[in-house]
């Protein structure tokens, strides 16, 4: 009776398998591969400087050709650079002003914990409760901004992150070309 059980979850498992198999090759969605190497260039910070609500669908912009790929703040010059080279377009400079990395701080003493700042944050880098202090969790933080003007008391403040050895990063090199005389 025991083997009997088996025998039937058994193959009830592989048609389950077998049918799971099958959806996935008959209704596999297929992806832009560009969208998704401009994608993996862009910072994830899905605030929305460039004008679009995040970076995926300014990436799927830069691929059809709608958008400049100069928009992106956060990316910086180099963002810039890099999507110039996968793209093989000129490198323009950026369209904003680029700001050194920053992290949200929250000012513990005036907090009034409305969550306006929680709901506003694209990527979940405030945590707390209604009527409780609320905290950054600073490795989360893209410093983005968006968390700044909801808040009612401004006890929200941007710390620039300094440059340490766990967080640096090689600059792209800067060439000059000179002109021949």
Do not use: H
């Given at each position: 009776?025991?083997?009997?059980?088996?025998?039937?979850?058994?193959?009830?498992?592989?048609?389950?398998?077998?049918?799971?198999?099958?959806?996935?090759?008959?209704?596999?969605?297929?992806?832009?591969?560009?969208?998704?190497?401009?994608?993996?260039?862009?910072?994830?910070?899905?605030?929305?400087?460039?004008?679009?609500?995040?970076?995926?669908?300014?990436?799927?912009?830069?691929?059809?050709?709608?958008?400049?790929?100069?928009?992106?703040?956060?990316?910086?010059?180099?963002?810039?650079?890099?999507?110039?080279?996968?793209?093989?377009?000129?490198?323009?400079?950026?369209?904003?002003?680029?700001?050194?990395?920053?992290?949200?701080?929250?000012?513990?003493?005036?907090?009034?914990?409305?969550?306006?700042?929680?709901?506003?944050?694209?990527?979940?880098?405030?945590?707390?409760?209604?009527?409780?202090l609320h905290t950054v969790v600073g490795p989360l933080c893209t410093g983005c901004e968006l968390c700044l003007?909801?808040?009612?008391?401004?006890?929200?403040?941007?710390?620039?992150?300094?440059?340490?050895?766990?967080?640096?990063?090689?600059?792209?090199?800067?060439?000059?070309?000179?002109?021949?005389?």
């Open positions: 009776m025991m083997l009997a059980a088996l025998a039937v979850m058994a193959l009830g498992a592989v048609i389950l398998g077998a049918a799971l198999g099958y959806a996935s090759i008959k209704f596999k969605v297929e992806g832009d591969p560009l969208v998704e190497k401009i994608e993996s260039l862009l910072p994830q910070t899905q605030c929305g400087q460039c004008g679009y609500p995040g970076c995926r669908p300014y990436a799927e912009a830069i691929s059809k050709g709608e958008a400049e790929i100069n928009l992106c703040p956060p990316g910086g010059a180099e963002g810039v650079r890099k999507l110039a080279d996968l793209l093989g377009r000129e490198a323009k400079p950026l369209e904003a002003e680029e700001k050194p990395k920053q992290v949200a701080v929250i000012d513990e003493n005036t907090c009034i914990g409305c969550t306006l700042c929680i709901q506003a944050c694209p990527v979940d880098a405030i945590v707390g409760a209604a009527k409780q003007p909801p808040c009612p008391v401004e006890c929200i403040a941007m710390a620039t992150i300094p440059e340490t050895v766990d967080n640096w990063k090689w600059k792209y090199p800067v060439v000059e070309v000179r002109k021949a005389a």
